[in-house]
């Protein structure tokens, strides 16, 4: 079992910056896959960026690419989604996965967080 919990969601201005996080715990995370989904009031869930533990490969959906960056500290088995330049269209929630495929697909995905709400206003 592993179980994520993600913070530092909040409210923010257009063109602003937040960064999440995702403390996971119960099992190393070193054959896993760690992603960052959102999914914004009567849209689906969607990708947002995916890392590999073990070497640090990471992708990105087109939407967010260049202004988000996903990262982990193996010390802390921590990963973190470093958000720049945010607009009104990225207010979502924000889940952390782990799972054990390079997918961008949700239900591919074995474990998840609670969620953080991200607001960005205009």
């Known amino acids: 079992q592993v179980q994520l919990v993600e913070s530092g969601g909040g409210l923010v201005q257009a063109g602003g910056s937040l960064r999440l996080s995702c403390a996971a715990s119960?099992?190393?995370?070193?054959?896993?896959?760690m992603a960052w989904f959102r999914q914004a009031p009567g849209k689906e869930r969607e990708f947002v960026a995916a890392?590999?533990?073990?070497?640090?490969?990471?992708s990105y959906a087109d939407s967010v690419k260049g202004r988000f960056t996903i990262s982990r500290d193996n010390a802390k088995n921590t990963v973190y989604l470093q958000m720049n330049s945010l607009k009104p269209e990225d207010t979502a929630v924000y889940y952390c996965?782990?799972?054990?495929?390079?997918?961008?697909?949700?239900?591919?995905?074995?474990?998840w967080g609670q969620g953080t709400q991200v607001t960005v206003s205009s």
């Open positions: 119960g099992r190393t995370l070193s054959s896993y896959f």
């Open positions: 890392i590999r533990w073990s070497i640090g490969s990471t």
């Open positions: 996965a782990a799972g054990i495929a390079p997918t961008r697909v949700v239900r591919s995905y074995d474990y």
